[in-house]
């Protein structure tokens, strides 16, 4: 599977922004789903990842309660919603898909990497 992630750009601190990663193959109902996300100088984080239905998510305390992902098997998408955006979410965000059931939040839980989109927020 391959995956194309877009959405990103310049924002000022507070505003908001979706991230969409489109997927092609097929089965993409079968896979679990993760964003992760690099900032400068930094390893790479775990920010939310969503079942295969879409029914269970997780997310990194950094973001929860401001992002939201959600999913549209239909149209082989995922989504990050940033709500409340501020200066230390400057990253490049990645789309991730598993094979398996679990929400990982560790990149060793994801098989297929997009090649990222920037973010940057500024104050």
């Known amino acids: 599977v391959q995956l194309q992630a877009s959405g990103g750009g310049l924002v000022q601190a507070g505003a908001s922004r979706r991230l969409s990663c489109i997927a092609s193959g097929r089965a993409f109902n079968s896979y679990t789903l993760a964003w992760f996300r690099q900032a400068p100088g930094k390893d790479r984080e775990f920010v939310a990842a969503?079942?295969?239905?879409?029914?269970?998510?997780t997310y990194a305390d950094s973001v929860k309660g401001r992002f939201t992902v959600s999913r549209d098997n239909a149209k082989n998408t995922v989504y990050l919603r940033m709500n409340g955006l501020k200066p230390e979410d400057t990253a490049v965000y990645y789309c991730?898909?598993?094979?398996?059931?679990?929400?990982?939040?560790?990149?060793?839980?994801?098989?297929?990497w997009g090649q990222g989109t920037q973010v940057t927020v500024s104050s």
């Open positions: 969503i079942s295969r239905s879409g029914d269970a998510t």
């Open positions: 991730a898909t598993g094979s398996t059931y679990v929400l990982a939040r560790r990149e060793s839980g994801y098989e297929n």
